[in-house]
C-alpha cells in the first residue's frame, strides 16, 4: 500500500510564476490536509479537503492561494503569482477519517527565485 | 484562536535519561491527541495517539492526557541518541482539523 505521495519534492520558481503542488493520498483516505512549515517552525495549517470539498481553508491566504481535491486524480495546492515569502516545505497528509491519525507525504520544498 | 502551545525548547538529555516533552490546548471540546517525531528535513511521523484521560504506554514511549487541565504530554524512556528530533504535538480541534503546536526540538547527548 503505497504512502502519500507528493510531487514534486523541489519546486523552484521564479516571481510572478505560478506553483502546483500534488498531493496522492493514500489508498481508501479521503481526508486530505495541506500545511507549510518554514524552518525550525512547526507545521502551520492550511487547507483541509475531502472529496471535491473544501471543509475548511481558514488557514490559507485568500488571495493567490487555492486549494481542490476532485473526485479522480491528486489534490492540488495552487500558488498564483508567488512571492520570495512563499519559499517553504509544504506537507500533504492524508486520514482515512476526520479526527484520525495523519499520514504525511514527504513534502515539496519550493524556492522562489 | 484555538492554539497548540509547546514549549520549543531545546530541550538536551543525556542518553538514558527520561525526557518529558509537553503541550497545552485552547479547545476543551478537542477529543483527539496526537505526538509526531520530525527528523531534520523529514516529514512528521506518528509515534502515539492517545484519546482518554490517563496515561498510555507504547514501549519507551508514555502519552498522558489531562482533558481538565487541557494537557497533553509525552515521555520518553531510556533516551536514546536516536530520539533526538523535534517532536510536534497535534490536536483535533472542533473534530476536524489537525493542528500542531510549533514543537519541541529535542537532543540527547552520548
Known amino acids: 500500500n503505497a504512502g502519500v505521495m507528493q510531487n514534486p519534492r523541489h519546486l523552484v520558481r521564479r516571481r510572478g510564476q505560478e506553483a502546483r503542488l500534488r498531493c496522492s493520498p493514500m489508498?481508501?483516505?479521503?481526508?486530505v490536509y495541506w500545511y507549510r512549515q518554514l524552518p525550525e517552525e512547526g507545521l502551520k495549517f492550511m487547507v483541509y479537503?475531502?472529496?471535491?470539498?473544501?471543509?475548511?481553508e481558514s488557514g490559507m491566504p485568500k488571495e493567490r492561494f487555492s486549494a481542490e481535491f476532485p473526485k479522480e486524480g491528486p489534490s492540488i495546492l495552487r500558488i498564483q503569482q508567488v512571492v520570495r515569502g512563499d519559499s517553504a516545505a509544504y506537507f500533504c497528509?492524508?486520514?482515512?477519517?476526520?479526527?484520525?491519525?495523519?499520514?504525511f507525504g514527504s513534502g515539496t520544498q519550493l524556492s522562489v527565485l | 484562536q484555538k492554539e497548540v502551545e509547546q514549549n520549543s525548547g531545546p530541550l538536551s538529555v543525556p542518553e538514558g535519561a527520561i525526557a518529558s516533552l509537553n503541550c497545552t490546548y485552547s479547545d476543551r471540546g478537542s477529543q483527539s491527541f496526537f505526538w509526531y517525531r520530525q527528523y531534520s528535513g523529514k516529514s512528521p511521523e506518528l509515534i502515539m495517539s492517545?484519546?482518554?484521560?490517563g496515561d498510555k504506554e507504547d514501549g519507551r514511549f508514555t502519552a498522558q492526557l489531562n482533558k481538565a487541565s487541557q494537557y497533553v504530554s509525552l515521555l520518553i524512556r531510556d533516551s536514546q541518541p536516536s530520539d533526538s528530533a523535534t517532536y510536534l504535538c497535534?490536536?483535533?480541534?472542533?473534530?476536524?482539523?489537525?493542528?500542531f503546536g510549533a514543537g519541541t526540538r529535542l537532543t540527547v547527548k552520548p
Open positions: 479537503l475531502q472529496k471535491e470539498n473544501i471543509i475548511d
Open positions: 492517545i484519546y482518554s484521560n
Open positions: 497535534a490536536v483535533n480541534i472542533d473534530n476536524n482539523d489537525m493542528r
Open positions: 489508498k481508501g483516505h479521503s481526508h
Open positions: 497528509a492524508s486520514s482515512p477519517d476526520q479526527a484520525e491519525k495523519l499520514f
